[in-house]
């Protein structure tokens, strides 16, 4: 049997022609913009975020700390360099340069939400030096929510991160509170490192962090264990009030644990089977604080 081949005819094209338009004007027509859940919430804790950007470069500049325009194209004053005396851990300077995004704020109004946390609330708040950026996400929404943190600062930092001694995370955070940009700061502060006691870093090294401290008045929570400084932690936050969330950014052992393999990014509502090593984040999920 022989395959017939024919053209199609121009009657035909142009009725699918005329199709495809008014399929594309319904389209066009009927099409709605719908905003994103707390859009405004968002909106205006992103403004926050780039008003607190613009003032911590500003610092950077003030004290004479050039920007590296190689690993920081951006140039937001937000990455620091690849190791430097406080530099505790190994990080991509990639990861660093992706956490300048200021969605990082939308992200955290979605969980609290889900929380129902709401304004006055108390929020336990466990920071390092890796992601100041991230810092500075999380410190705009909870201004823009009007929740009242805890906050406590592992000063050391990974690399590329807020790892100059002289500009650490206690300095960007406290020339944003000087500038009224934040109206809190943190209360408490330990320097990090191998069971967040200050090992694994020189002597000379220990005096710088114990020196950001002192400059910026923030207490320091020191201990011989990591199981006495977890529950110093814990006991710090617990005696403020009624604990509503439990938030961290970046990689203090005391706060995510020895192993903490089994921890998965983003909102944690239940302790894992499987998470055996102590840490903040382990007590409370155990006393369900969130």
Avoid at 17 to 46: H, M, W
Avoid at 85 to 94: A, E, G, K, M, Y
Avoid at 235 to 243: A, E, N, R, T, W
Wanted: net charge positive; charged share 25%; aromatic share 8%.
């Amino acid at each position: 049997m022989k395959k017939r081949i024919e053209k199609v005819g121009r009657h035909v094209l142009v009725i699918f022609a005329l199709f495809t338009i008014a399929l594309f004007a319904i389209e066009v027509t009927t099409q709605k913009s719908v905003r994103a859940p707390y859009y405004e919430d968002k909106i205006k804790a992103g403004q926050i975020f780039q008003e607190a950007m613009k003032k911590t470069k500003q610092e950077r500049q003030r004290i004479g700390l050039p920007i590296d325009e190689i690993n920081d194209p951006n140039e937001t004053g937000l990455i620091g360099e690849q190791y430097t005396p406080i530099t505790f851990q190994r990080s991509d300077v990639s990861a660093s340069l992706t956490s300048t995004n200021p969605n990082f704020s939308a992200i955290f109004i979605e969980y609290f939400k889900r929380l129902k946390v709401k304004s006055g609330d108390l929020v336990a708040v466990g920071v390092d030096g890796t992601y100041p950026a991230v810092n500075l996400s999380l410190y705009s929404v909870l201004r823009e929510m009007g929740l009242k943190p805890i906050i406590i600062t592992t000063v050391s930092s990974a690399m590329w991160g807020a790892n100059e001694p002289t500009f650490t995370w206690l300095d960007i955070e406290h020339s944003n509170y000087r500038e009224g940009i934040f109206p809190f700061r943190s209360a408490a502060a330990t320097y990090g490192g191998e069971d967040d006691l200050g090992r694994g870093f020189s002597p000379e090294a220990r005096l710088l962090l114990e020196n950001a401290t002192k400059r910026n008045d923030v207490q320091l929570l020191e201990s011989d264990s990591l199981p006495i400084m977890i529950n110093k932690r814990v006991d710090f936050y617990l005696s403020q009030g009624k604990i509503k969330a439990f938030v961290n950014v970046g990689r203090s052992v005391a706060n995510i644990g020895e192993n903490h393999t089994t921890l998965t990014s983003g909102l944690i509502r239940e302790k894992p089977k499987r998470m055996l090593a102590n840490s903040v984040i382990n007590q409370m999920l155990d006393k369900k604080y969130q």
